[in-house]
């Protein structure tokens, strides 16, 4: 798994480096809440390119027992430092994250302060996107929390 860096990133868009994702996308996954119980949801996401490629944006949404319990927008840019995800999820946090992108995907971490980190790495296998997340408390062992399949069900609308 080789990642794009700083000085390829600049010259390539977000939307040529993970041209893949463009389309409509549905699936399922499992989460592991702050109290430790795991939820299943359906999830739905749509990710089209924009500003001539210089942007990838995503939207997705998740569903459990008849309820949105997620629903986040992510903007992947190139910068002088490589890719960034920009996401917003619906409680109105904000955060921007550097992303790698690999040879099948792509692997970013988010930052809780003293807490640790959660850590995600996608893989496109050729016929669906897999996503985990593994949360790694500062001086202790990662665990996975997060784990979704996708499948592709149309072009970008």
Do not use: K
Request: negative net charge; hydrophobic residues 40%.
């Amino acid at each position: 798994m080789s990642a794009v860096n700083a000085q390829e990133a600049e010259s390539t868009r977000p939307a040529e480096a993970l041209g893949w994702m463009q389309g409509q996308w549905q699936g399922e996954g499992w989460i592991i809440d702050r109290g430790g119980e795991r939820r299943t949801f359906a999830v739905d996401e749509s990710v089209r390119a924009a500003a001539q490629g210089h942007v990838l944006q995503i939207h997705g949404v998740g569903r459990s027992d008849g309820r949105v319990i997620h629903d986040a927008a992510g903007f992947v840019t190139a910068g002088a430092d490589g890719f960034e995800m920009r996401a917003v999820n619906m409680y109105g946090q904000a955060l921007t994250a550097p992303m790698q992108v690999t040879d099948n995907g792509f692997a970013w971490q988010l930052p809780m302060g003293d807490y640790g980190r959660v850590e995600y790495v996608a893989e496109y296998d050729g016929e669906h996107w897999i996503e985990t997340g593994s949360w790694c408390p500062t001086g202790g062992e990662c665990m996975q929390n997060f784990r979704m399949q996708l499948t592709r069900t149309g072009a970008v609308d």
